[in-house]
């Protein structure tokens, strides 16, 4: 028998498991952590650069600022991924905290100097992060930046 069975009168295997009990919850299912990562649905978008997914997840209301279990937020997944098209997505979010500190400080602007992505800075200082930031490190962007000339 197949662990999942075809349709009986118009009825898929999740149909059923969508009216289950204790499938409520507080949090959407947007917001849930997969694994062990901590990563949401939109993290995991952002690190397999699935822009199309991470529309959907946005217009379903997931949260755009969850945090990994390092603190890391979407979009810096999107720029360690150097994922431009999910990273303009939620650089366009109003919500989007473009400045929000991993555990480590690292803000998306350190990150993205720290890994060399010009463009992903350029969009970062252009739409105002904070460039005076300082990381855990006592590292700054415009250090990384100079470090990495």
Request: aromatic share 4%; glycine share 8%.
């Amino acid at each position: 028998m197949p662990l999942f069975p075809s349709p009986v009168c118009g009825l898929t295997p999740l149909m059923p498991l969508a009216h289950s009990p204790g499938l409520e919850s507080e949090e959407s299912w947007t917001d849930q952590p997969m694994g062990s990562s901590g990563e949401t649905p939109l993290h995991l978008a952002a690190r397999y650069s699935r822009a199309d997914a991470a529309r959907r997840l946005l217009a379903s209301a997931a949260d755009v600022n969850a945090r990994d279990q390092w603190g890391r937020t979407p979009l810096h997944t999107a720029i360690a991924a150097d994922a431009l098209g999910v990273f303009q997505i939620l650089l366009r979010d109003r919500q989007t905290d473009l400045d929000a500190s991993a555990h480590d400080g690292c803000t998306p602007l350190i990150l993205a100097t720290r890994l060399g992505v010009e463009n992903m800075v350029e969009e970062l200082v252009g739409s105002h992060a904070d460039i005076r930031a300082v990381d855990k490190r006592g590292g700054h962007a415009w250090r990384y930046r100079a470090g990495s000339a």
